[in-house]
């Protein structure tokens, strides 16, 4: 007996479209191995109907007023919290999360966020009125930047497609959002329950792979492409993007230091550590899963790191016991998998290392130390359930280590020491610092890094201003 697959379709102007050319790319499910969907494969004609249904709604979206983007937004969010079985489902599908964790760990914050930019909807504003030259006021305009392309990554499918639309549609901007080619299912989803509050034209989702994004870039009319992704990603799109000089929006990867001083409560840094290290198969830019320990504490925190680990469990979606599910596909499996095999003699694999089962993509949770500051799974993202345990002597070693790769999205410092942790919070080079704590996330605060992390911040009021535009009205007092 043969199962029917899903069909997803593209949404554009309101409509659920295949693609123009009929082409299609299979959709597997990563904790079983198994195809269940078809989606679009999007060409060139698919982007060009998408670009020019967000640009004929933008003048209509740009002048509502805010407090009706604000209650679009607020439909939006009850609609998602309403339907919320539903996208739990199709994200598990998608990635292999476990449900009961992605509907208590990512659907409420979603939904938060949300709501939280449908109140930013209502700040839209500029400077206040003055006088700077004699007969003359001077006001401030913040406006929508037009047509956005963006383009969401596949570990956090739903989530990172709220950080994409929510702000730009909250602002007055239309909206042309690209699933990664492997979990399109939820923000095809996500479309359905939108179609019912926004304009048509306003929300489009384009399914497809690499060249569909790289049309999107491209194309003429987006006057700003968003996305969140691999460092040379970031680094096609800010190229493509600058020939005709759109405004880039940048999440790309990170390798965040997690620094343990001797003063820490080890009990408690290594259960919060091995969570923030493992949740989500460790597919997380933000992750804990560089560690850096103080030499005099060292060989304890990874004998107790290493037990974390063996008590973790991966599996099923099902499976109530569960931290994670899969990795994302096999390529992911097979990086993961190549940064352990290629070890140099040195590290010293203190748990996992290996496939869990012969179903699925799924990865041990995995404990590497021994390891120097040039290895190379030190300086790359792993972007997978694996953290490594380096030593340092002192408080300028820790920095120097900490700030020694081309990552700087985000970093931890335990300590009890308040003058370290202020010292340390100051000096790390990274977007965001915890203490005491690691992967906690606010819609108020911002989210974003530096360096090859890229730049722009999503969340919080600037990651809102992030999709607008500053001009400068000046008028003569004299009529």
């Excluded at 492997?182 to 095809?188: D, E």
């Excluded at 790309?252 to 620094?259: C, E, F, Q, S, T």
């Excluded at 070693?397 to 985000?410: S, T």
Aim: glycine share 8%; net charge negative; proline share 5%.
């Amino acid at each position: 007996m043969t199962t029917e697959l899903r069909r997803l379709r593209n949404y554009i102007g309101g409509e659920f479209k295949d693609a123009a050319d009929g082409r299609t790319t299979e959709v597997v499910n990563p904790a079983t191995g198994e195809v269940y969907a078809t989606a679009p494969l999007s060409g060139q004609a698919d982007v060009d109907a998408a670009m020019a249904a967000a640009a004929a709604a933008f003048p209509g979206w740009r002048d509502t007023t805010p407090s009706d983007r604000q209650k679009a937004l607020l439909k939006i969010a009850d609609a998602f919290e309403a339907r919320a079985d539903e996208l739990v489902a199709a994200e598990s599908e998608n990635t292999g999360k476990p449900l009961g964790l992605t509907a208590s760990e990512e659907l409420p914050p979603m939904v938060d966020q949300i709501r939280f930019f449908a109140g930013a909807a209502r700040l839209l504003e500029g400077r206040s009125a003055g006088e700077y030259m004699e007969g003359m006021t001077s006001i401030i305009r913040r406006e929508p930047v037009g047509v956005c392309a963006q383009v969401a990554p596949w570990n956090y499918p739903m989530m990172m497609a709220v950080w994409k639309f929510a702000p730009a549609i909250a602002a007055g901007n239309t909206v042309v959002l690209k699933p990664s080619d492997t979990t399109p299912a939820s923000t095809v989803l996500m479309a359905e329950i939108i179609d019912s509050v926004l304009p048509k034209g306003v929300f489009n989702v384009v399914c497809g792979d690499r060249e569909t994004g790289k049309a999107m870039v491209e194309h003429s009319t987006p006057a700003m492409a968003s996305i969140t992704g691999s460092v040379r990603a970031g680094m096609q799109v800010a190229e493509s993007a600058s020939k005709d000089v759109k405004r880039v929006h940048l999440e790309l990867g990170g390798k965040a230091p997690v620094v343990v001083f001797e003063d820490a409560d080890i009990a408690k840094a290594v259960e919060d550590i091995a969570v923030a290290g493992y949740f989500n198969a460790g597919q997380d830019c933000t992750a804990a899963t560089r560690v850096l320990v103080h030499e005099s504490i060292h060989d304890e925190f990874v004998t107790a790191l290493a037990k974390a680990a063996a008590d973790t469990k991966t599996g099923q979606p099902d499976d109530e016991d569960v931290l994670y599910g899969p990795l994302n596909n096999p390529n992911q499996l097979k990086q993961v998998a190549g940064f352990i095999e290629r070890l140099p003699a040195h590290a010293k694999v203190e748990a996992g290392g290996h496939q869990v089962g012969d179903k699925g993509y799924f990865y041990a949770p995995t404990v590497v130390s021994g390891l120097k500051q040039d290895d190379e799974i030190i300086q790359n993202e792993v972007f997978g359930p694996v953290i490594t345990v380096q030593s340092f002597t002192d408080e300028a070693q820790a920095l120097e280590y900490a700030n020694g790769v081309e990552f700087a999205l985000a970093s931890s410092v335990w300590t009890k020491d308040h003058g370290r942790a202020m010292r340390m919070s100051k000096n790390l080079d990274f977007g965001c610092v915890w203490i005491n704590t690691h992967i906690p996330l606010v819609a108020e605060m911002p989210h974003g890094g530096f360096k090859k992390s890229g730049y722009g911040k999503d969340l919080s009021a600037y990651g809102f201003e992030d999709y607008t535009r500053i001009k400068h009205v000046m008028t003569s007092l004299d009529g």
